[in-house]
């Protein structure tokens, strides 16, 4: 069973556009939730996370919307560009040994 | 910060033939360390983690098998590769107490 189900599988955007990629899940004892991005041939490197305690998290072009009521948490890409083509993965922790991850999202800037 | 060093980056190994993936970790002490594998195009598959010496807990039954013989040190291995063994492996870290994961930059294996 997935824990964490992740959409869309793909997703192509104009550059200047905004990216969203959407995550959801079940297990409420998740309590951190992290986002991935991983270029071709490279390891995913942690992008940004937040934790369930706020609503919103933004570095940079980058910003987490966490909605606790949902279980649902999004990525949002602000002003996208070609070097932020990449596949995305969102992932939830219940503290422990355990990470949970989705399926991952292929997302192409397009100039 | 820690730094996980894993080799080589990329291996072509014959149908048969045995495979040891060395991950090493430097500036931490005592973390959980972590194999998967990721099929072209797919997701991250949890293979095996361990969260110390001679501790392996394994996720998913196969051809594959991992050990932890120093604290910093984590290896994969097989005794007879197959064909659906190909796929990009990765090591990944988490420092005790910790709620980062890091992954270090894979390798990816191809057997034919």
């Known amino acids: 069973q997935q824990q964490v189900k992740q959409s869309p599988q793909s997703l192509i955007v104009q550059k200047g556009g905004i990216s969203i990629i959407n995550c959801a899940y079940e297990?409420?004892?998740?309590?951190?939730f992290p986002w991935y991005q991983q270029f071709p041939g490279k390891g995913p490197a942690l992008l940004i996370a937040?934790?369930?305690?706020?609503s919103e998290k933004k570095e940079g072009r980058f910003t987490i919307s966490f909605n606790k009521s949902a279980k649902q948490f999004s990525l949002h890409i602000m002003d996208s560009q070609p070097g932020d083509s990449a596949t995305y993965f969102c992932?939830?922790?219940?503290?422990?040994?355990?990470?949970?991850f989705g399926t991952g999202t292929s997302l192409t800037v397009i100039p | 910060s820690q730094t996980i060093h894993q080799w080589p980056a990329t291996l072509v190994q014959p149908v048969g033939s045995p495979l040891s993936l060395e991950c090493t970790v430097e500036?931490?002490?005592?973390?959980?360390l972590y194999w998967y594998r990721q099929a072209a195009g797919r997701g991250l598959q949890l293979l095996f983690y361990s969260v110390g010496i001679g501790q392996i807990s394994s996720e998913v039954p196969q051809n594959l098998s991992a050990s932890r013989p120093q604290d910093r040190q984590f290896i994969l291995s097989s005794k007879k590769l197959l064909l659906s063994d190909s796929g990009f492996y990765l090591c990944?870290?988490?420092?005790?107490?910790?709620?980062?994961?890091?992954f270090g930059s894979g390798t990816q294996l191809s057997v034919l």
């Open positions: 992932a939830a922790h219940p503290g422990g040994n355990q990470f949970y």
């Open positions: 500036g931490t002490s005592n973390p959980n």
């Open positions: 990944a870290c988490l420092r005790a107490q910790g709620e980062k994961l890091f």
């Open positions: 297990n409420t004892a998740f309590d951190y």
């Open positions: 937040i934790r369930p305690d706020v």
